[in-house]
């Protein structure tokens, strides 16, 4: 039983992680890593590991997906004001 | 138990590894690559914690279980990951400002217009 | 270098790579093995010590030093974070409005907010005898403390975060780790050695010698820096604008001050 919950979990973080890097947009993709984090965070449990479980589910789940939300943001806002700029071939992403 | 259940943590943690490099040599924004590293080394937890692991046993936590009465899985590989996960993460966020001073200063986050931009 | 001719080269080296790798992984122990010298020895030592948290004890007493230069890094990372991320000449900061924040979304945010912070005190504070310690809690009571920007508005967040005291914690912290570990050596054994307290009765908050100290320690340091670069990034993202986009609060009103997609 604990076998059969051990593999899933280990699947399901080989497909959230292709998917973390297979999503192009870094808006889509900081959420995809907030579901990896969750799902690894799981698997941590399952390997009777929960002090490494809990500090990936803070980290994982809320921190890095923030933080690179915000610089998203950051960054996409320059490249919205600049528009003639090098930047604002980038433009096409960031639209509404 | 199959052979292959014995194997395919480890082979779990190289593919999220590889899967990793492939998006960061082939991103084509800074801030996606640093995603990329972030599934990098989530790939060293995976394997940190496949190599402590041992069948039937329990975390090793001993507030409820009698000391000596089941057999607990590797601690010291624990504390390795733990530690690196929340470092990781202040380590991210160097990077992610790395990044932001690369936006002010050239205007762009793509690798490929940023080495044109060196010339 | 040619985009194709990068591709050909990741590809190569990746494939060597996995191919070495997956040979490395057939000649591990395999997975869930019953030999474990090293964790074994581990939890001995532990339970020797009177810490019911095996891990803490790792982390905290056994491998205090390595945890030492962990810390090193966090608090070079968030140092080299706060320097990258100051405000330049160039900059200025444009307040942000109060935005309209729907009544649900305030009510649960602002309580689940002293729930999620004790939350994390908890778990910081029983880091010895239960799953958990400064590195979780640390992360937890910080980013509990950006509910009151879902919450309320970054105005509210920025009067209760004053960053001035965090970011003197960040180093307060970190010199309390030293400390400890100093004292440890005046007292007339090794540096870091958990030998000044009594270790105390197993399975209680005062159990484990100094793994306590040390957790706190850690604990404030991991929320004071968390909290330091979260700001550092939020004023990044919705305050500090350049010279040529002062026009943004007079511009759209309805936008500033809330995270959403521009």
């Keep these: ?45 399952v390997l009777q590991a ?47 | 138990m199959t052979t292959l259940t014995h194997v395919l943590p480890y082979l779990v943690a190289a593919w999220v590894f590889l899967a990793g490099c492939y998006g960061l040599a082939t991103s084509r924004d ?44 590797d601690p010291v590989v624990q504390a390795l990951a733990l530690t690196d996960v929340v470092v990781g993460a202040t380590v991210t966020a160097l990077l992610l400002a790395l990044v932001v001073q690369v936006a002010k200063r050239h205007g762009t986050v793509d690798p490929d217009e940023l080495s044109e931009l060196r010339g | 270098m040619s985009p194709r001719m990068r ?12 191919a070495l790798l997956v040979a490395a992984c057939l000649d ?17 030592a532990s339970l020797s010590r009177h810490t019911a948290n095996t891990v803490a004890s790792v982390t905290f007493d056994q491998r205090a030093f390595d945890t030492l230069g962990e810390m090193s890094i966090l608090f070079a990372a968030v140092l080299g974070s706060v320097v990258l991320l100051r405000q330049t000449r160039d900059e200025h900061r444009a307040r942000p409005e109060p935005a309209a924040v729907s009544r649900p979304v305030r009510r649960y945010a602002l309580l689940v907010l002293p729930v999620a912070l004790l939350t994390g005190l908890y778990v910081v504070a029983h880091g010895q005898v239960s799953p958990g310690g400064g590195f979780q809690g640390g992360v ?4 509990a403390l950006h509910l009151l920007y879902l919450g309320a508005d970054y105005r509210a967040l920025e009067r209760v975060r004053p960053l001035a005291p965090y970011e ?35 399975n209680t908050l005062a159990s484990a010698g100094t793994v306590p100290l040390l957790n706190a320690a850690i604990g404030m340091e991991v929320a004071c820096a968390v909290v330091v670069l979260l700001a550092g990034f939020l004023d990044q993202a919705v305050e500090i604008v350049d010279e040529g986009e002062s026009g943004e609060r007079h511009d759209d009103p309805g936008r500033p001050g809330k995270r959403e997609r521009p």
């Design chain 1, 1 to 45: 039983m604990t076998e059969a919950v051990i593999v899933v979990a280990l699947l399901l973080v080989g497909a959230c992680a292709t998917a973390a890097v297979a999503v192009r947009d870094p808006v889509r993709q900081s959420l995809v890593l907030a579901v990896l984090g969750v799902v690894l965070a799981v698997l941590f449990t």
């Design chain 1, 50 to 96: 929960p002090d490494v479980g809990l500090s990936q589910l803070a980290v994982g789940s809320a921190l890095t997906p923030l933080l690179l939300l915000l610089t998203v943001r950051k960054v996409r806002r320059r490249a919205q004001r600049a528009p003639d700029g090098p930047a604002g071939r980038r433009g096409r992403e960031g639209g509404p």
């Design chain 2, 30 to 73: 800074l801030i996606h690559a640093v995603g990329c590293l972030s599934v990098c080394q989530a790939a060293t937890y995976v394997l940190l914690l496949a190599v402590g692991y041992r069948d039937g046993a329990t975390a090793p936590v001993f507030s409820d279980l009698a000391p000596g009465s089941r057999p607990v899985v």
């Design chain 3, 7 to 18: 591709l050909w080269l990741v590809a190569a080296g990746g494939a060597g790579l996995a």
């Design chain 3, 28 to 44: 591990l122990p395999r997975f869930g093995g019953d030999r474990h010298p090293c964790g074994d020895r581990a939890v001995e």
């Design chain 3, 140 to 143: 937890v009571a910080a980013t």
């Design chain 3, 168 to 202: 003197a914690g960040d180093a307060l912290a970190a010199s309390a780790y030293l400390v400890t570990g100093l004292a440890a050596l005046l007292a007339g054994s090794a540096f870091l050695a958990n030998t000044l307290l009594p270790y105390g009765t197993f």
